[in-house]
C-alpha cells in the first residue's frame, strides 16, 4: 500500500505542476501549427502533387509524424524535472522516503507521459481544426500508443536528467539524442524512398515504429501498404523498448543520491 500510495503521490504532482503551467500548454499549440502549416504545405507544394497515396496528402503524411514529434520533445524535456528536484532539495527528499526506487521511477515516469499525452491529445484536436479526418474510434485508437511511446521516451530523459548537475548539460544531450531520433523516424517522409543505408539506420530508431503505428492507426488503409510493419510488430517493438528503458531508469535512480 506505502509503494501505490508513494506512486500515486508523484504521478499527482507531476501532472498538477503541469496542468498550473498555463503558458507550456498554450505554447505546445505553436510548434506543431508551424510544423503542419508551414512546413506541411510549402513542402507539400514543392512535391508537385505530393506524395503518391491516393488520398493522402503530405500534410495528412506529416500529421502522426509531428504528433510523435511533440511526444518525444515534450517526453525528453520532462527530465529536466529531475534537476529542478534536485536543486530545491525535493530529490533528497523522495530518496529517503520508505518506498523503493522502482516505485519513485515510476511514479514521476508515468506522470510525466500523462503530460505528454496531454499534448499529444491536443495537437490531434489541432489535427481536426486543419481538416484532418480523426473520427472518434480512431481518436480513442490512438491514445494508448501514444502513452506507449511516452514511456520510453520520458524514461530516457528522466535516466539522462539523473546523471546531470545542471539545466545547461541537460539541454545539450537532450538535443543531441532528440534531432537523430525525430529525423531519423520517418516522421516527414516514407522511408521506402530513403537509400538503403538510411533504411538501415531508421529501421533500429524506436520512434519509427511509434510513429509508424500512429499512421496505421489515423491514416487507415491507405497506409497499409507503405507500412514499416504490421501494427502488432510494430507496437511490440515500442512495447520492449520501453520495458528496457523503464529498467535502465530504476537503475539510474538507484545510483542517484
Request: avoid cysteine; charged fraction near 10%; hydrophobic fraction near 55%.
Amino acid at each position: 500500500m506505502t509503494e501505490l500510495r508513494g506512486f500515486y503521490t508523484l504521478w499527482l504532482r507531476e501532472v498538477k505542476r503541469y496542468l498550473r503551467d498555463r503558458t507550456r500548454i498554450v505554447s505546445s499549440f505553436v510548434q506543431p501549427l508551424l510544423w503542419l502549416v508551414i512546413f506541411g504545405v510549402g513542402i507539400g507544394a514543392s512535391l508537385r502533387g505530393g506524395v503518391q497515396i491516393p488520398g493522402i496528402t503530405y500534410q495528412h503524411l506529416i500529421f502522426p509524424g509531428i504528433v510523435g514529434q511533440t511526444l518525444l520533445f515534450t517526453s525528453m524535456f520532462m527530465g529536466i524535472s529531475v534537476i529542478w528536484d534536485k536543486e530545491f532539495g525535493f530529490m533528497k527528499e523522495i530518496l529517503v522516503a520508505p518506498i523503493s526506487r522502482f516505485s519513485i521511477f515510476l511514479g514521476k515516469m508515468v506522470g510525466d507521459s500523462t503530460d505528454a499525452l496531454i499534448q499529444g491529445i491536443i495537437v490531434l484536436v489541432l489535427g481536426l481544426a486543419l481538416g484532418v479526418n480523426i473520427d472518434p474510434v480512431t481518436f480513442l485508437a490512438s491514445l494508448p500508443v501514444m502513452l506507449l511511446i511516452t514511456f520510453g521516451l520520458v524514461s530516457i530523459g528522466l535516466t539522462i536528467a539523473s546523471f546531470m548537475g545542471s539545466l545547461e548539460s541537460f539541454g545539450a544531450i537532450q538535443s543531441f539524442i532528440n534531432l537523430p531520433l525525430f529525423f531519423l523516424s520517418g516522421a516527414l517522409f516514407q522511408l521506402q524512398l530513403l537509400p538503403d543505408w538510411m533504411q538501415t539506420v531508421s529501421r533500429a530508431n524506436p520512434l519509427t515504429y511509434g510513429i509508424d503505428a500512429l499512421r496505421s492507426i489515423l491514416l487507415g488503409g491507405a497506409w497499409q501498404p507503405f507500412q514499416v510493419q504490421p501494427l502488432f510488430v510494430d507496437i511490440a517493438v515500442v512495447g520492449v523498448f520501453d520495458l528496457a528503458m523503464i529498467a535502465i531508469g530504476t537503475w539510474a535512480f538507484t545510483r542517484m543520491k
